[in-house]
């Protein structure tokens, strides 16, 4: 997984004090590590925003002013109801042999039989998934194989093929969570519910 560097400044945890950040264009932030006390920081909100909506996910290192560097990774976020702006991040520190949980995106691969030749539609169930392992060996993101999805077809996460990181990595959730479906064309779809209609 690529490390992004995210320059950050510490800051003081007080009322009102989260707000005059925003009007100035920084969001405020905590780090934490399990057993250590939480620091409060704040970071640029425009370089924050690239990487919330990359389509890969990072781990980030986090650099100070006075040169101290930390490894991490984005564990929570909070936006804005309104605008959907960032507007508070947890980063989460690790060790090197650490096993921790992160969000993944998934990237959909593949020419599907089912939207080819059936005309029907893509529906991804889940544009993220939770992987748990060491940060060195959770990947940018999980791909996910639709070549061999027909119309009406859906892949589980127990159907998910890791590859080398099989033994690695495991993904967070019930084994017949939908991941990706290949769904009928409306017209089709209402055909075959008219159908059942009748026949009852």
Known sequence: ?????LSVNPREAKKKEAAKLRRIGQVPAVVYHKGE????IS??????????????SHLIDLQYPDG???????????FDPVTD?????????????????????????????????????????????????KPQDIPEH????????????TLHISELVLGSLQDKIKV???EDAPVV???????????????ASTEA
């Open 172 to 174: 967070i959730g019930e």
């Open 85 to 133: 702006k960032v507007i508070h991040a947890d980063f989460q520190l690790f060790s090197a042999e650490e096993v921790v949980e992160m969000e993944v995106p998934v990237h959909v691969e593949g020419e599907c039989p089912g939207v080819k030749f059936g005309g029907g539609k893509i529906q991804i169930a889940a544009h993220t998934l939770t992987v748990k392992g």
């Open 43 to 56: 970071v640029e909100e425009k370089v924050l925003e690239k990487l919330v909506h990359s389509s890969e």
């Open 1 to 5: 997984m690529e490390t992004r560097v």
């Open 37 to 40: 006390e939480t620091i409060s």
């Open 68 to 78: 101290k560097s930390m490894l991490s990774f984005i564990k929570d976020l909070q």
């Open 181 to 195: 479906s290949i769904i009928a064309p409306r017209k089709e779809a209402e055909g075959a519910t008219e159908e």
């Open 142 to 153: 999980i791909s996910v194989d639709i070549s061999n999805l027909g119309l009406g077809q």
